[in-house]
C-alpha cells in the first residue's frame, strides 16, 4: 500500500485547510485556463508531478464542470511529446486554450523553448502541432511564458504573454501565424509580474495578472484598447502568505463570474517541506459598475455555490467530483479515466446531486483483486448510509463489473459522500462510474 496522509482540519504546518479547496485534489495542478464553450467550463491547466520537488511539468490536463462545484477529470490532454522539436524532460507551462470557427487552439509556452500551438476538432482533443516549430519566436525565449489568447469583437486576434515584461502579438485568423511585430507593452502595471490573462467584459478590456512575487497575488488593469494603456485598477486576489505563486484564469458563467488561481494549500496539509506541487483554486468574484472588480483576501473555505445539479439517474465518472481525500486518477486507453488507489475511510464528495423524487438502488462499475464496500452516504459522510455497496474481487484491477445494492429511498436534491471500507492495508478497488436507479 502507498503511504497516504489524510488531509485534515489542522495540519503539520499548522494552518487550516480548506473543507473544498483547492478545487482538485486526485492530482497536482497549476496554471488554470478555463474556457466556457457550449454550456461548459473547460479548465485546463498545467500538472506539478507528484514527486516534483521543484517545477517538474511533463503535460496538461483536462477538467470539466456544468456546476461549478464537481469537476470531472479527463486526464492528460497535450504533452511536450506533442511538439517534436522541444525539450522533452521538463517546462510544460501556462497553457491557454481558445476555440475559433469550431477548431480549438491551445497556446504552450516551454519554458526556455518559446511559444508553439497544438490545434484539435474538439475541446477534448487530440492536439496536434500544425507548425513543426514555434509559433514564438524571439531574443527574449527565457521570458516567453504564459501565453493568453484573445480575439476582439472585430475579430482581430492577439497573443499577450511574458515574465517579467508583457508582449503582444496580432494572431493573423488561422489562429496559427502572426502578423506584424511582437510589440514590448509600455504601461505594464506597476506590480505586474507574469501570467497575463486578456479579456473583455461590457466594453472594458482587462489585463489580469500574477503580482510581483513573492507572495503573489492576482492584480489587474483595465484599458479602452486591447493595446493598452493599461490602468492599475487594484487587486482580485490579495497576495497572502498562504501562497507564493499565482496564476489567474477569469470567466462569466450561468450568470456569475468567478476567478481561478492556484496555492499550495493541498501539498502544506501534508509536509511542512516546500515542494513546486500547486493546485488550482477558484472563487466567484463581484464587478462593480463601473467594471472594478471587488477583492478577494484570499480563496474562500467554501468555494463557491452549485450554479446547476448533477443526474444521478445517469451514468456519472467516478473522477466527478467536489472533493476526496485519500483517492488518486489514472487514465487509460480501454477504461479512460478512473478513481484508484482507494483504501480503507478514502472518501469522495459528489455536491448538489438531484435525487428528484427518489432513488433505491445503487450501481457501480468497479474492479479490485481484493474487495471492499462502498457506503454511501447523504449531506455528512458520519451519517449512517443509506446503503453499502459490496465489490467483490473481478480478478484484475482492469476487469470491470456491475455491482449493485438498494438504498434506502432518497428524493431531492443532497450532497453524496462515497466512503470506501475494508479490512486489508491494501488497496480495496478502482472504481470508474456509478448511477442511482428507481
Ligand atoms: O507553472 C509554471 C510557471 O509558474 C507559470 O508559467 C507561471 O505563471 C507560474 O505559475
Given amino acids: 500500500m502507498k503511504f497516504k496522509i489524510i488531509i485534515s482540519v489542522f ?11 483547492p478545487i482538485i485534489q486526485t492530482k497536482y495542478t497549476a496554471d488554470p485556463a478555463p474556457m466556457v464553450y457550449n454550456d461548459t467550463v473547460y479548465l485546463y491547466t498545467s500538472h506539478d508531478e507528484d514527486d516534483a520537488k521543484g517545477f517538474k511539468m511533463l503535460n496538461w490536463l483536462l477538467y470539466t464542470s456544468t456546476d461549478m462545484v464537481n469537476w470531472t477529470e479527463h486526464g492528460v490532454v497535450a504533452s511536450l511529446k506533442d511538439f517534436s522539436w522541444a525539450r522533452q524532460d521538463n517546462g510544460a507551462w501556462a497553457i491557454q486554450t481558445i476555440e475559433r470557427n469550431g477548431k480549438f487552439y491551445m497556446y504552450c509556452p516551454m519554458h526556455g523553448g518559446g511559444i508553439g500551438v497544438l490545434v484539435s476538432d474538439s475541446p477534448y482533443g487530440p492536439f496536434k502541432d500544425p507548425l513543426g516549430k514555434r509559433l514564438i519566436d524571439s531574443d527574449h525565449i527565457w521570458n516567453d511564458i504564459d501565453p493568453t489568447p484573445f480575439i476582439d469583437d472585430d475579430g482581430q486576434a492577439y497573443l499577450y504573454w511574458g515574465n517579467p515584461d508583457i508582449y503582444y502579438v496580432k494572431l493573423n485568423e488561422d489562429m496559427i501565424s502572426t ?9 505594464k502595471p506597476a506590480n505586474y509580474q507574469e501570467g497575463p490573462w486578456v479579456y473583455k467584459r461590457d466594453g472594458h478590456y482587462y489585463l489580469a495578472y500574477a503580482s510581483t512575487c513573492c507572495p503573489e497575488g492576482i492584480g489587474y488593469a483595465m484599458s479602452d484598447s486591447p493595446t493598452g494603456p493599461w490602468e492599475y485598477k487594484g487587486m482580485i486576489v490579495e497576495a497572502s502568505d498562504k501562497t507564493r505563486g499565482n496564476h489567474p484564469g477569469i470567466i462569466d458563467y450561468k450568470g456569475k463570474s468567478y476567478c481561478f488561481g492556484h496555492s ?12 513546486e506541487r500547486r493546485s488550482v483554486d477558484m472563487d466567484e468574484i463581484i464587478y462593480n459598475e463601473d467594471g472594478t472588480i471587488q477583492t478577494l483576501p484570499y480563496w474562500s473555505n467554501g468555494g463557491p ?17 467536489a472533493w476526496s481525500e485519500g483517492v488518486k486518477s489514472e487514465k487509460n486507453t480501454e477504461t479512460g479515466v478512473y478513481v484508484t488507489d482507494i483504501n480503507n475511510k ?3 464528495e459528489i455536491q448538489s446531486v438531484d435525487f428528484g423524487k427518489g432513488a433505491k438502488k445503487f450501481e457501480a462499475i468497479a474492479a479490485s483483486m481484493n474487495s471492499g464496500t462502498i457506503e454511501i452516504h447523504i449531506d455528512n459522510k458520519d451519517d449512517a448510509p443509506i446503503g453499502i455497496c459490496r465489490i467483490n474481487s473481478t480478478g484484475g484491477w482492469n476487469t470491470w463489473k456491475t455491482f449493485t445494492t438498494k438504498i434506502k429511498k432518497t428524493k431531492g436534491v443532497h450532497d453524496v459522500f462515497f466512503v470506501f471500507k475494508g479490512t486489508t492495508e491494501d488497496e480495496l478497488l478502482n472504481l470508474d462510474a456509478w448511477k442511482f436507479n428507481n
Fill in 11 to 21: 495540519t503539520i504546518a499548522g494552518f487550516i485547510c480548506n473543507a473544498q479547496k
Fill in 179 to 187: 502578423s506584424g511585430d511582437i510589440i514590448k507593452e509600455s504601461t
Fill in 264 to 275: 499550495y494549500d493541498l501539498i502544506k496539509s501534508k509536509t511542512s517541506t516546500f515542494y
Fill in 305 to 321: 455555490e452549485p450554479v446547476d445539479t448533477i443526474n444521478p439517474f445517469k451514468r456519472v465518472e467516478a473522477e466527478t467530483m
Fill in 346 to 348: 478514502d472518501f469522495i
